[in-house]
């Protein structure tokens, strides 16, 4: 676990459980003798709710935050396929709040199947009350129209909480990993394993920051590889320093972070969030076909594909103990089939 003061400094601050904690780390060895690498998974896909996910360990916190303010509705925006915004409902259908969720057109190709299927169709399953809003790069005006809801909903009589997305609101689900790093840690310690990388999704941040102060704040030094899936690096890169900033600062080690400590790759990123290329299909089909394991086209398929980009460009070495986080998404799987068909055994 972290040492007591980055505990201590997670601790102040509200939440409730939610997830199936610890989730395991397993060995991938097939797919790792493929890459030339010693590879382990931490399986954040196992976190339970609702399919699980990433999202749910920084949900603990945006949730428990929304309790402690005696909230009654949930308010959050994502893309169309988002797993934030499934596990959101999850969490507060779980805890008796209603739930609206704003869906972003950040896709500009999607089809029906993507409109209805996957997380749409959880979000549905879960009674999500769903808004559309046209625009799919505009933080701060996805966030703007959450506030406007709220504000209706206000003046219903509701107490609405807003899960924001932007840059200028407190990193608050980033403390989830924060928590995660040291669990990480203690796992990896527990087995013997010395890791040489870490590498894991690098999108709104929070999931790369919190590792990131996780590991620093106890001590480790085991470089953090975040991949894109949102942003080219030279915009990510600034938003993962951030970050990583506020999180350290909000458990009481401010400084922590260095700029060397930030470590961004775009090399799979093109054409752009949530698009398949040919670099995400493979790593998606060697992971099925190796290890049965199911990866996502958005996120867990991207940060594979960023993996094995890092490997065969050697700035992973060869040999290397490499930690993937897997943090799910396998809902979105059935609201990409037809983007996947060229990866997909033929049908009968």
Same mark, same amino acid.
């Given at each position: 676990?972290?040492?007591?003061?980055?505990?201590?400094?997670?601790?102040?601050f509200?939440?409730?459980?939610?997830?199936?904690?610890?989730?395991?780390?397993?060995?991938?060895?097939?797919?790792?003798?493929?890459?030339?690498?010693?590879?382990?998974i931490?399986?954040?896909?196992?976190?339970?709710?609702?399919?699980?996910?990433?999202?749910?360990?920084?949900?603990?916190?945006?949730?428990?935050?929304a309790?402690?303010?005696?909230?009654?509705?949930?308010?959050?925006?994502?893309?169309?396929?988002?797993? +934030?915004?499934?596990?959101a409902?999850?969490?507060?259908? @779980?805890l008796?709040?209603?739930?609206?969720?704003?869906?972003?057109e950040?896709?500009d190709?999607?089809?029906?199947?993507?409109?209805?299927?996957?997380?749409?169709?959880?979000?549905?399953?879960?009674? *999500?009350?769903?808004?559309? +809003?046209?625009?799919g790069?505009?933080?701060? *005006?996805a966030?703007?129209?959450?506030?406007?809801?709220a504000?209706?909903?206000?003046?219903?009589?509701?107490?609405? &909480?807003?899960?924001?997305?932007?840059?200028d609101?407190a990193?608050?689900?980033?403390?989830? &990993?924060?928590?995660? @790093?040291?669990?990480?840690?203690?796992?990896?310690?527990?087995?013997?394993?010395?890791?040489?990388?870490?590498?894991?999704? /690098?999108?709104?941040?929070?999931?790369?920051?919190?590792?990131?102060?996780?590991?620093?704040?106890?001590?480790?030094?085991?470089?953090?590889?975040?991949?894109?899936?949102?942003?080219?690096?030279?915009?990510?890169?600034a938003?993962?320093?951030?970050?990583?900033?506020?999180?350290?600062?909000?458990?009481?080690?401010?400084?922590?972070?260095?700029d060397?400590?930030?470590?961004?790759?775009? *090399?799979?990123?093109?054409?752009?969030?949530?698009?398949?290329?040919?670099?995400?299909?493979?790593a998606?089909?060697?992971?099925?076909?190796?290890?049965g394991?199911?990866?996502?086209?958005?996120?867990?398929?991207?940060?594979?594909?960023?993996?094995?980009?890092?490997?065969?460009?050697?700035?992973?070495?060869?040999? /290397?103990r490499?930690? +993937?986080?897997?943090?799910?998404?396998?809902?979105?799987?059935?609201? &990409?089939?037809?983007?996947?068909?060229?990866?997909?055994?033929?049908?009968p």
């Amino acid at each position: 676990m972290p040492r007591p003061s980055a505990l201590a400094g997670v601790d102040a601050f509200p939440r409730v459980r939610l997830g199936h904690l610890p989730t395991p780390l397993e060995p991938a060895p097939q797919l790792g003798a493929a890459l030339g690498v010693d590879l382990w998974i931490k399986r954040d896909d196992c976190t339970g709710l609702a399919f699980g996910g990433n999202k749910v360990r920084q949900l603990e916190f945006y949730l428990g935050e929304a309790q402690a303010q005696g909230a009654d509705t949930v308010l959050i925006t994502g893309a169309v396929q988002s797993n +934030f915004v499934r596990v959101a409902a999850a969490g507060a259908r @779980a805890l008796g709040m209603d739930i609206h969720i704003q869906l972003e057109e950040r896709v500009d190709d999607g089809d029906a199947l993507y409109r209805l299927s996957g997380n749409v169709l959880l979000d549905r399953l879960l009674g *999500a009350r769903l808004h559309s +809003f046209p625009v799919g790069e505009d933080e701060a *005006a996805a966030d703007a129209a959450l506030e406007r809801l709220a504000r209706s909903l206000e003046r219903e009589g509701r107490r609405p &909480y807003v899960v924001h997305l932007g840059i200028d609101h407190a990193p608050i689900g980033g403390l989830g &990993y924060v928590l995660a @790093a040291g669990e990480v840690m203690e796992q990896a310690r527990s087995r013997g394993i010395a890791l040489d990388a870490l590498v894991c999704a /690098s999108g709104s941040a929070l999931t790369h920051a919190g590792i990131l102060v996780g590991m620093r704040s106890s001590g480790e030094t085991v470089p953090v590889h975040g991949i894109c899936v949102r942003r080219v690096a030279s915009r990510q890169r600034a938003r993962v320093e951030r970050r990583a900033t506020e999180l350290a600062a909000m458990i009481g080690r401010a400084g922590l972070i260095r700029d060397h400590d930030v470590d961004v790759c775009d *090399a799979v990123h093109a054409p752009g969030y949530g698009k398949v290329n040919e670099a995400v299909g493979e790593a998606m089909s060697m992971a099925a076909r190796l290890e049965g394991l199911l990866l996502d086209p958005v996120y867990t398929g991207k940060v594979m594909a960023g993996l094995v980009a890092q490997v065969r460009s050697g700035r992973i070495e060869a040999g /290397s103990r490499v930690l +993937f986080v897997h943090s799910g998404g396998t809902p979105a799987l059935f609201g &990409y089939a037809h983007r996947l068909e060229p990866w997909l055994s033929p049908a009968p």
